[in-house]
């Protein structure tokens, strides 16, 4: 199973874009879907993650009430609505996938760059 993501890109301070992650596979049921991000420099962190078990999406803190991660399909597939990016949100976005027989994401994106110029 692959991860595919799409979107990202260059936009200016204030805007927004839109990333997509499905898998390869229909079949799939993850239990947890959803991005994190590396900027340059600084450690990968979780951005939106969305947990079926437990019917629940959590942010990190720099990006609640500006993300939003829907869930496109079941269990497979997500989408990332980034509104009001700022030069802080620059950073490559990842998506991963686990499944419920493990505790870490084994399944990743190949990652997609987004830019935020001021």
């Known amino acids: 199973v692959q991860l595919q993501a799409s979107g990202g890109g260059v936009v200016q301070a204030g805007g927004s874009l839109t990333l997509s992650c499905a898998a390869s596979?229909?079949?799939?049921?993850?239990?947890?879907m959803g991005w994190f991000r590396q900027a340059p420099g600084k450690e990968r962190e979780v951005v939106a993650m969305?947990?079926?078990?437990?019917?629940?999406?959590t942010y990190a803190d720099s990006v609640k009430g500006r993300f939003t991660l829907s869930r496109v399909n079941a269990q497979n597939a997500v989408s990332l609505q980034m509104n009001r990016l700022n030069p802080d949100d620059t950073a490559v976005y990842y998506c991963?996938?686990?499944?419920?027989?493990?505790?870490?994401?084994?399944?990743w994106g190949q990652g997609t760059l987004v830019t935020v110029s001021s």
């Open positions: 596979t229909p079949t799939f049921h993850s239990a947890a």
């Open positions: 991963a996938a686990r499944t419920y027989s493990r505790s870490t994401y084994d399944y």
């Open positions: 969305h947990t079926w078990s437990v019917g629940r999406t």
